[in-house]
């Protein structure tokens, strides 16, 4: 989906028209996604958005989508010794994506409890398409292989 093809249908589907003013910078600001992430973008803010989506509503979508993923400014590299684990392929860092639930304790109180539904390695998640379903979250875990050992060690260790 092109810049100009994504403007007429945000105006399309919220029948609403852009000022030429706000066409350009909206125009500025789309340049950076591909077509495919901007058809990603646009089926998200359909789900999202109840009235005309502002830039702000379209970089939201896209940092859900993970399409903004820029180091942050005390970004620094760690140098790690790369393992061969099969569980987080040498990275040290793990993605598991767990999903929240409530079960009926015999008491009658609602318990959270949480499953875990998948496992990677961190950086195998980002680039990858896949999406959180619903009560899903995503948790950041060293893994307990030797890669983990310089990793931050206030992020859980995953056992
Ligand atoms: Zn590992």
Request: net charge positive; aromatic share 12%; charged share 30%.
């Amino acid at each position: 989906m092109d810049v100009n093809n994504f403007l007429s249908k945000i105006e399309g589907a919220w029948g609403k028209a852009l000022q030429i003013d706000q066409t350009q910078s909206y125009r500025e600001k789309l340049f950076r996604f591909s077509g495919e992430q901007r058809e990603q973008i646009f089926s998200r803010l359909l789900e999202t958005c109840k009235f005309l989506p502002k830039i702000s509503d379209i970089y939201d979508a896209a940092r859900d989508l993970n399409y903004l993923e820029t180091p942050s400014p005390h970004f620094k590299p760690v140098e790690w010794q790369s393992t061969d684990c099969k569980l987080c392929h040498g990275e040290g860092r793990l993605a598991v994506v767990k999903q929240r639930s409530y079960i009926k304790a015999s008491n009658g109180d609602w318990k959270p409890e949480s499953r875990m539904v998948r496992i990677s390695a961190y950086s195998d998640y980002n680039t990858s398409r896949d999406r959180l379903g619903e009560s899903e979250y995503r948790f950041l875990y060293r893994c307990k292989c030797a890669a983990a050992e310089l990793w931050n060690k206030a992020i859980p260790q995953w056992v």
